[in-house]
């Protein structure tokens, strides 16, 4: 994408039709901007007069301010060069922070319209550096492009211009060429210096990477010691920023020295000039004053030239990759999609899927599930049962074959609509960093507390909410780690429940509950199925034994399907994973003392 394009791509957000305010804002930055250049400009010509008025060779008349009247006039002008610069901040401030706004706005909702497997493939973290750096790149580019740099060479051309018409196209060679080998100069060292600064960012992204890691993990580390481990490893890290950090710094003491050297060389040029023609008397003091003060005024915005050629380029960068992930295709439905579901009949006509195409998953599963009946998908770790939920609620679609709801093919319902009809209690539950109240309620935004608190008794949760000492408000922690499994897992059920959707969907619903809780969330969850469509997918065959379809999944098909009796009584795999759980359970039974001492013994 080149500049002209994200020029275009940016316009909207900076000058928008529909806020007039913020327009007359920028235009209004735009102003004061020019009103402090010229303020700025004037200063030295004032004080010059001002010199060669009490001089008493003054060669242009000073109408009638005389020298207090011109040192008004001149503090004046100072005054004025700080407040138009001062007020086009803040005016510019409003047209950027509006700006940023709409387009992490913008940005934000766009991540949430990506395929999921967009966010799994990235770092946790990472998308939310990328668009705030990205945004704070777009202010500091418009910031600094239109508002410094460009200014700041047409103020130089004018310095030179007036030069010029004071005192001679000599004085004004002189200041142009040392402008332009400054320039250079400092461009080109910066490029070098680059380099240094890569190498502190790469090390800081470690020194933060491995930071983040050790906290996240921070169970692991105390359950195997390893604190010293992990203190060298960030260290590593940290001695290579230190390394890096002081080139840099070495680095920034050359460039310095260059700029300084370059600059003082055209002043003293410029000066010895200035006083030989003073001594001759072709130049005024006032003359020699403003020279000088132009001279030092031109160079003192090239000070920071480095530092902003270099933010330049890394906002490129930086702007550069919000866009790429701008550019990113969303998830789009067909236009002519139904927004409703209406039927809660689903099919699944000979699917085929692959996450990866030389690892086949699902290799053509046919099955239907009728209104209000509960099926049950079982089968060994990694067949893809998580995987036919997924493709149910559209996150991935089938490579080969087709799924329907009712008369619609799920192609031709928005993702919206699929969602909304069907709950979803996921094998795993991550929950907010929040309160219990908020994650519950998030499966109704608008449910009273009373309906929360309902949806919690329901999920056999009431007897925990009545010890919490805050109730609702409690916070769960960090992804809800504050929380046991089975909690976790029935603030997940809680939250169906709230939702009241037609479909449910139980990914080993109750896998991380103990027995007696199991059996109570057990009769909730046969309540909460009564009278919805329901697809339970499950380990324990135990919970499933009131499903009206039972189907087992082997090798990427439907092997088996029947009731549980049925099942049980065609002698095949399912029969034979049953067996297998029984003498598992029997197991459970056994006094774990007895275990132990078998195994001293042997
Ligand atoms: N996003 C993904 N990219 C690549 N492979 C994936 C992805 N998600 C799942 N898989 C693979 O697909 C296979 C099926 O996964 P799935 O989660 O459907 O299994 P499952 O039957 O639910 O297993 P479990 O009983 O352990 O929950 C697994 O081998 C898994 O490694
Ligand atoms: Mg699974």
Redesign the pocket.
């Known amino acids: 994408m080149n500049l002209t394009k994200q020029a275009q791509l940016l316009r909207p957000f900076f000058w928008s039709h529909q806020r007039y305010d913020l327009k007359l804002k920028l235009i209004a930055a735009l102003g004061c901007l020019i009103l402090a250049k010229a303020s700025n400009l004037a200063t030295p010509w004032l004080l010059g007069l001002l010199v060669d008025d009490l001089n008493g060779e003054a060669i242009i008349p000073t109408w009638v301010l005389g020298a207090i009247g011109l040192v008004v006039v001149y503090a004046l002008s100072r005054l004025f060069a700080l407040v138009f610069s001062e007020l086009r901040e803040v005016f510019f401030t409003h047209v950027s922070q509006h700006a940023i706004r709409l387009l992490t706005r913008q940005t934000f909702a766009h991540l949430h319209q990506l395929p999921l497997?967009f966010h799994?493939s990235r770092h946790t973290g990472s998308l939310d550096r990328l668009v705030d750096r990205g945004t704070k790149a777009i202010d500091f580019l418009l910031r600094y492009i239109v508002f410094n740099v460009g200014p700041t060479l047409i103020e130089l051309g004018l310095v030179c211009i007036i030069v010029w018409s004071l005192f001679g196209g000599f004085y004004a060679l002189i200041i142009t060429a040392t402008v332009l080998i400054y320039i250079i100069l400092t461009l080109k060292m910066t490029s070098w210096r680059l380099r240094f600064r890569r190498e502190m960012n790469s090390a800081d992204n470690l020194v933060a990477g491995r930071m983040v890691d050790s906290f996240v993990n921070v169970e692991n580390v105390r359950l195997f010691t390893n604190e010293n481990y992990e203190i060298e490893r960030l260290d590593r890290g940290l001695s290579e920023y230190e390394r890096a950090a002081n080139q840099s710094r070495l680095s920034l003491l050359y460039l310095n020295l260059s700029q300084t050297l370059i600059v003082l060389t055209g002043v003293t040029a410029v000066l010895i000039m200035a006083a030989l023609n003073v001594e001759s008397g072709v130049l005024t003091v006032g003359g020699f004053v403003t020279l000088n003060t132009y001279i030092l005024q031109a160079f003192q915005p090239l000070n920071f030239l480095g530092s902003i050629y270099r933010q330049i380029r890394q906002s490129l960068i930086d702007m550069e990759s919000l866009f790429d992930v701008l550019d990113e295709p969303v998830e789009n439905d067909a236009i002519d999609a139904t927004h409703e579901v209406t039927d809660s009949r689903i099919s699944f006509n000979d699917v085929h899927f692959a996450?990866?195409s030389d690892r086949p998953?699902l290799q053509g599963v046919s099955f239907t599930v009728q209104p209000k009946q509960t099926v049950a998908i079982v089968?060994?770790?990694?067949?893809?049962?998580?995987?036919?939920g997924k493709l149910l609620l559209k996150i991935i679609e089938p490579n080969q074959g087709s799924i329907q709801f009712g008369r619609h093919d799920l192609s031709q319902l928005k993702r919206e609509a699929i969602r909304k009809a069907i709950g979803v209690v996921p094998?795993d539950t991550v929950l907010f960093n929040d309160t219990l109240g908020h994650n519950v309620r998030y499966g109704n935004v608008s449910a009273t507390d009373d309906e929360v608190r309902a949806a919690l008794r329901l999920a056999g949760m009431g007897e925990f909410l009545d010890q919490l000492a805050s109730g609702l408000e409690t916070e769960v922690g960090a992804r809800g780690l504050k929380l046991s499994g089975g909690e976790k897992q029935r603030i997940a059920i809680a939250r169906v429940i709230l939702k009241n959707p037609p479909i449910v969907l139980l990914d080993?619903a109750t896998s991380s509950l103990d027995v007696s809780t199991e059996r109570q969330v057990q009769t909730n969850l046969e309540m909460l199925s009564s009278d919805r469509t329901t697809l339970v997918?499950a380990?324990r065959l135990s919970t499933i034994r009131y499903a009206d379809l039972i189907l087992v999944m082997h090798d990427g098909i439907i092997s088996e399907s029947g009731n549980f009796d049925d099942l049980l009584a065609a002698n095949g795999r399912f029969k034979a994973l049953w067996d297998m759980q029984q003498r598992a359970s029997d197991l459970d039974g056994t006094d774990l003392a007895d275990v132990v001492e078998d195994w001293k013994k042997n």
Do not use: A, S
Request: proline residues 0%.
């Open positions: 497997d799994l996450y990866e998953i089968g060994e770790t990694g067949c893809g049962k998580t995987t036919i094998q080993e997918i380990h």
